[in-house]
């Protein structure tokens, strides 16, 4: 199992921020080194006053220029300087991380420039357009969104009537620009998130009147640290927003990252941060920080009915499903073709390539895959938590479409081929609305909190790019669909608290069935599908629905949450709850039928005993039905049995402190108690065991991070490396990760 929980690995203490994918990967190739000459910008964690360590530099250290000072969400500054001189600072003893800004290459975009004459085209009928959310006749009047990204295209004419002002965390200036071709690596994600939100032009976004406020903290090709988003979100916060919207994330599945941290934070000071929830899926356990916060509004993406392409098996009857790549071509296959292993033998010339991803990227294969005639490819992963894979395709001139299948699908497939030859029909079918299979998936380890918390479109989602438009996938693209739902919201109940807010909108919410008529699983979307218009007009609202009973480790344990459901109406109403439906080893103990009176509120305490003697170890999940007048309204739950199949490591970090050349620099996030933890190293070709870099043990779970001496290193160069967790029941487990020594 590969342990790359983040595409790229930048300096500094903190693992960087990714911007969730969007169903396009970006290649990591970096910039040359910056000269001496050349001014650089970062952000210094601190410990204790920011403001008397920002006196000590502005007095020993003149050179380097203070330009600003944190202290809402984290302790630190941002400096500006030529790297020779802000490499003095490496040593003072008040400072806890450096954390600097790389550069890599960007993503391409599909932009086109006529909204109109594009929209007439009959092939782009199954397109979503973020305005059909919004039912109602709120536009968000008065509402500051703040939108922490890579910036946006502010002279753009669907989003300049709208943008307000905003902060550069890349460049630590009042310009909130995308990167730009001039720059080299131009970026257009958050211009397609804004757009989403707030757009006011020819495109309408969910709330056309609301400000935008945009905070780049991710610079070219989209990457920036941890750090440079806290220090985003703290300017959003210093700036009086209402609503802060986060479409970035990494694969960290722990309640307690810094990201996380901070959107807590942000939270108390009264913002309503809504967080993209991860494009992992469908794999349980991959939503990552900081949608793994608890007081983020943490968005899956929902796929609306419509056409898609698929793959049609005649024999079996089996029907594989597909996710085309956004910059790849259509899927108009006219007739029956075989499909043949990638990596086979076997001639590819007018067949379809079956890519396995295994534990490097795919593009090699890809591009041999069209140098020698296939017609397509189709990629299947086996790593679900390594975002690895993808990494350079669009850099590629790539002419044949490529798609995604799930796992189960490629693996059948290979077995198929494996035994027989077989040829599958390009089809489209009406695919009826269900949860994207990119979008990641619940729960959360350590607290084991249920998420996400509600689902948003995120498939086909038309929305501004600089000088145009452009069409993308991603949780990225259902985040802001629910901040622009807020902003509206905001404007029509102004008194309405965020709590009330976010439990209207979750006790509102559109369940989702599967194709054969079952309910999707609460770990695949949360409460539901958004529903603006019934999140205004609702008569009751429970605070929080979404009932999340913890770790049942014990033979016999009972576990008691409460809730409070607060009556909205002019008239008393009652509630009660439909007894559950009987399972072994599940005791509920609900309370009996309840009045509460206008405008009034209850708490409710909702019991659940367990005996997992009498139940299999794993994640168990439902609903409760809780009958409100005449209406009947569903609370999701979720609750773990014994140990359940999540990673013991992630965000695994080693590398050269880039500014302090004599330190290595490590990070590691530990889920649950662990005996130790060790990095052996191999040949990356003939894989012979070269040694055992550093054993570790007594880590805390949570994040571990910290520094080991250079000179205590004896091993140079680039290995092959096997990180060997053990766990408390002595049992081992194992992931791979590469490992450079320079």
Partial sequence: MRIILIWILLVGLFSPIEILPDIEISNEKTNPAPSKKEDISLIVEVEGNPKKHKEYIETYYPSIEVVATYDTLFYGLALKGRPDRIGKIADLNFIKGIHPVQTYTTLRTNRFDDLSNF?????????????QLNTTSYTGKGVKIGVVDTGIDFNHPDLKLNFRGGYDLVDLDDDPMETTEEEGMPTSHGTHVAGIAAANGELMGVAPNASIFAYRALGPGGFGTSIQVIAAMEEAVKDGVDVMNLSLGNTVNGPDYPTSKAVNEAAKQGVAVVVANGNSGPTNWTVGAPATAAAALSVGAYQPSGQVPYLYEPTTRRN??????????????TRDYQIVPAEGKEKVQGKIGLVKQTDKPVVDDIVRLQKEGAVAAIIYNIKPNNQEWLVGLQEENIEIPIALIATKDGRWIEKQIGEKTIYFKNEQQTRENTIAQFSSRGPVTVNWMLKPDIIAPGVNILSTVPGGYDILNGTSMAAPHVAGAIAAIKEAKPEWTNEQIFGAIKTTAQLIHSEEGELLEPIMQGAGLIDIASAIETETIIMDPLLSFGKYGHHIDERTLHITIENMSNEPQYYYFDIPKKEKGLSWHLPKKVTIEAGGKKELPIQLKV?????????????????????KLSLPYVFISETAEYPKIMGFNFQLNQLDKDNYTYQMYIPEPVKSVQIQLYDPHSLVFEGTLVKWKDLEVGMNEGEIKRRNIKHRGSFHGIIVVQLENGEFVNYETEILLE
């Fill in 611 to 631: 005996n997992t003697l009498e139940l299999e170890e794993g994640t168990y999940q439902g609903w409760l039905r809780l009958n409100a007048g005449t209406k």
């Fill in 320 to 333: 594989i499903q597909l996710a085309p790549l956004s910059f790849s071509l259509p899927w108009n296959l």
């Fill in 119 to 131: 929209l007439k085209k009959k092939n782009h009928e199954n397109v979503f357009l973020p305005y």
